[in-house]
């Protein structure tokens, strides 16, 4: 992606997408997870603000206060490494703070976080990829349920399974780099996909009866430091 910056991402098979356009999407989906604890934060402190405020009420908005703050400085932390490009992407992160942001962002998820990966880093390519699908294979238990994560050495298969399980189509076609009518919510996807792919792997979703499962391959040999 970093040397594509002025053209198309695209790859045999893919759509083409302008990486203007990307961004855009990328920085869409950013704002839509923080809009909603920022607004909240916001809402608390005008709560605070009004003289007829009861001690109850300000119980209550210092308790909103406290949980938006959490959640927003959780969704900046996560989005840090699994959108941005701090430190490069030529070293490695610790699978160790991989665990910690994604428990971190399902403590406000309805789902429950199971982790059986081994190994002790990934270069970041890899750890980007496997946080953001990750973080969407939550959205397919809308009402609840676990998601777990196995694997080791590039390659790992995460199962979403609870009541009313379900797989947006629109998320099968991003990580397929399916880039037509691309909205912010599954521009994650996209990349996660066009992250495997320029590795040589794959990235897909398949729901087979209850339970929606991704596999993710990222080859170590073939890794592209200028994937992402």
């Known amino acids: 992606m970093a040397g594509n910056l002025g053209g198309q991402l695209n790859e045999p098979g893919e759509s083409a997408l302008d990486a203007m356009l990307l961004t855009s999407l990328m920085s869409s989906r950013l704002c839509h997870d923080l809009v ?3 607004g909240a934060l916001s809402s608390g402190l005008e ?14 908005a210092m308790a909103l206060i406290e949980t938006s ?6 969704a900046l ?8 490009l701090s430190g490069g992407l030529t070293h490695e992160v610790s699978l160790a703070e991989v665990r910690e942001l994604l428990a971190g962002v399902y403590s406000f998820a309805k789902a429950d976080l199971e982790w059986a990966v081994d ?11 496997l946080l953001l699908l990750a973080h969407a294979a939550g959205d397919c238990v ?3 349920g676990t998601v777990r994560i196995a694997g080791a050495l590039g390659e790992y298969e995460i199962v979403a399974s609870g009541p009313r399980t379900m797989l947006n189509q629109d998320l099968v076609a991003a990580l397929d780099g399916r880039a037509s009518d691309l909205t912010p919510k599954f521009a994650p996807a996209f990349l996660v996909g066009k992250i495997a792919r320029d590795a040589g792997g ?22 592209s430091l200028t994937a992402g």
């Open 36 to 38: 909603n604890p920022v």
């Open 47 to 60: 709560v605070l603000r009004e003289p007829d405020t009861d001690d109850e009420m300000r119980r209550e």
């Open 69 to 74: 703050a959490e959640k927003a400085i959780t």
């Open 77 to 84: 932390k996560f989005a840090r490494l699994a959108y941005g």
């Open 119 to 129: 190994g002790a880093s990934v270069p970041k390519p890899e750890a980007k990829a």
């Open 142 to 144: 809308p009402r609840g």
């Open 202 to 223: 794959e990235a897909c979703a398949e729901l087979v009866e209850d339970r929606v499962f991704f596999r993710l391959v990222i080859p170590r040999s073939s890794l």
